[in-house]
């Protein structure tokens, strides 16, 4: 006798939760690089930004008697993004602004967990980019509890002069957390470690981050700067403002980019060519925010159009 039901058929044992969990693992290099090097105000925006995230979530399904989910962790997360996508000294209203409408407006209001039809985290960052611009640009270099020195980021400097040239000293400290920027940009070391570690937990498939960056360098290559095609100077790009971040903890979310495999690597190559397109043609020194969430608009049509094979048909069918 057999049993027959829906899928899934095999039992994994993981869960949301222990998934969250594993994200929350893989940011924490990132977060003790950014506390060390901006001192206690990026541990107070970052902690702002999760307590309004949950907070946010909490309110929003009680109003709506909803069963409360925060105990998931997916609100911990965003409010973790929200804070990695703000510079330290921001006023504590921005945090809690982009919380709110990343859980309230993106998230809850199109149905919850796995609804959204884009990243919260990077909706909230848009939404506070176009909304305060002189609070989400005001840099500052890190200066380890002396007087802060406000700074352009590296990738503001590359637009004004596209003829710059990076020393040793300037990959030292995007490799390990001495540039200004977003708390989440602070160290191309941590992220990658923690890249590393949702890898082997398979956590996130490699197709996103891995064809991502190198479709950028692609294109890159294709549209560049002046001396871009040096390979430095493309190292020096991929390291410089949020790729990493981007393309390692927020193209990577379920419920927002493909389900296929070659679903996966239409999506990368899109938010490669268009993180080139914006950040060397548009107005903003970066481009990666704009790049996945325009991607994340076009993932219910790559869904539809790049299937894989039908289990147990032919290639005509």
């Known amino acids: 006798m057999m049993t027959v039901s829906s899928p899934p058929h095999i039992y994994s044992g993981d869960s949301i939760k222990s998934r969250m969990r594993d994200v929350l693992i893989a940011l924490a290099p990132t977060f003790i690089v950014a506390v060390y090097v901006y001192g206690l105000s990026a541990f107070f925006t970052t902690a702002i930004a999760i307590i309004s995230a949950m907070l946010a979530e909490f309110l929003y399904q009680k109003v709506a008697g909803k ?25 504590v209203w921005i945090p809690i602004l982009g919380s709110f409408f990343a859980i309230i407006v993106v998230k809850q209001l199109f149905g919850g967990l796995g609804a959204n039809f884009m990243n919260p985290a990077l909706a909230g960052r848009a939404f506070l980019v176009a909304s305060f611009p002189v609070h989400m640009t005001n840099w500052r270099l890190p200066t380890h509890g002396s007087d802060a020195i406000t700074q352009a980021t590296y990738l503001a400097i590359i637009k004004e002069n596209p003829h710059f040239i990076p020393e040793t000293s300037d990959y030292m400290a995007l490799l390990f957390g001495k540039v200004g920027g977003t708390i989440g940009e602070i160290s191309a070391v941590a992220l990658i470690v923690g890249g590393i570690y949702l890898l ?30 040096t390979p430095g100077i493309m190292l020096f790009e991929i390291l410089a403002g949020g790729l990493l971040l981007g393309a390692i903890f927020m193209a990577t979310d379920y419920a927002t980019s493909p389900i296929s495999k070659n679903g996966k690597v239409v999506f990368a190559i899109g938010c490669g060519f268009l993180t080139v397109m914006i ?26 159009y790049v299937r894989p094979r039908v289990l147990g048909k032919g290639k005509k069918a």
Do not use: C, H, Q
Not at 287 to 299: E, P, S, Y
């Open 279 to 304: 950040r060397f043609f548009g107005g903003y020194p970066e481009g990666v925010t704009f790049a996945i969430l325009l991607m994340n608009l076009f993932v219910p049509l790559i869904d539809k």
């Open 200 to 229: 082997a937990r398979r956590v996130i498939n490699w197709r996103i981050p891995i064809i991502f960056i190198s479709s950028f360098m692609v294109f890159g290559f294709i549209f560049g700067r002046t001396g871009f095609f």
């Open 67 to 91: 069963p409360v989910s925060i105990g998931d962790l997916s609100a911990v997360i965003t409010g973790v993004l929200i804070g990695f996508n703000l510079p330290p000294d921001v006023p």
